[in-house]
T-cell receptor, first 112, second 115 residues
Framework: DQQVKQNSPSLSVQEGRISILNCDYT??????FLWYKKYPAEGPTFLIS???IKDKNEDGRFTVFLNKSAKHLSLHIVPSQPGDSAVYFC???????????WGAGTKLIIKP | ETGVTQTPRHLVMGMTNKKSLKCEQH?????MYWYKQSAKKPLELMFV???????ENNSVPSRFSPECPNSSHLFLHLHTLQPEDSALYLC??????????????FGSGTRLTVV
């Protein structure tokens, strides 16, 4: 049973528009959430994170929103750029332990 | 060299072969991880080493054997693998205490094909 779900395998967005990537989780013990970005033939790179004590964290064009009651988080990218085309992984951890639980990823395609 | 370096980038091996994957980090981190990424599946944590001691072993078959000789190096020894073990194997590192404060830093991975 997947504790972290990214239900959209892929998403296509026009350049300059907003990209919204979604992630749902089932374990209420998760207290830290991270987004990673992965290009082909490279390892994932850390993008942005949020602690469960917050509901929003912003870093430049990237904003992560956390809705604890819905057990849902989303990553907003605005404006979307061609270099944002990649696979985005959502991950969660409980009590800051080593076990990061990962979603299956969403492939984001930015169209020119 | 900076970051996390994995070698080789690609590996093709027969089911009776023995090979090793190597990971090296130059970030001063003291926790290192092996992950497996299969197509369209979540990343699967295989092993965690913290301060050179193994702290997690997620029911990984014994045909995978990790080794952490020091805080900068991590190996994954492979023997008698199966075709279903073909995947991208990723190494990562972080500061001790897990990923939450700093996130992981990943290597580029080794694309393993078992024939």
């Amino acid at each position: 049973d997947q504790q972290v779900k990214q239900n959209s395998p892929s998403l296509s967005v026009q350049e300059g528009r907003i990209s919204i990537l979604n992630c749902d989780y089932t374990n209420s013990m998760f207290d830290y959430f991270l987004w990673y970005k992965k290009y082909p033939a490279e390892g994932p790179t850390f993008l942005i994170s949020i602690s469960s004590i917050k509901d929003k964290n912003e870093d430049g064009r990237f904003t992560v929103f956390l809705n604890k009651s819905a057990k849902h988080l989303s990553l907003h990218i605005v404006p979307s750029q061609p270099g944002d085309s990649a696979v985005y992984f959502c991950a969660a951890s409980a009590n800051s332990n080593y076990q990061l639980i990962w979603g299956a990823g969403t492939k984001l395609i930015i169209k020119p | 060299e900076t970051g996390v370096t994995q070698t080789p980038r690609h590996l093709v091996m027969g089911m009776t072969n023995k090979k090793s994957l190597k990971c090296e980090q130059h970030l001063g981190h003291n926790a290192m991880y092996w992950y497996k990424q299969s197509a369209k599946k979540p990343l699967e944590l295989m092993f965690v080493y913290s301060l050179e001691e193994r702290v997690e072993n997620n029911s990984v078959p014994s045909r995978f054997s990790p080794e952490c000789p020091n805080s900068s190096h991590l190996f994954l020894h492979l023997h008698t693998l199966q075709p279903e073990d073909s995947a991208l194997y990723l190494c990562a590192s972080s500061q001790e205490g897990g990923p939450s404060n700093y996130g992981y830093t990943f290597g580029s991975g080794t694309r393993l094909t078992v024939v």
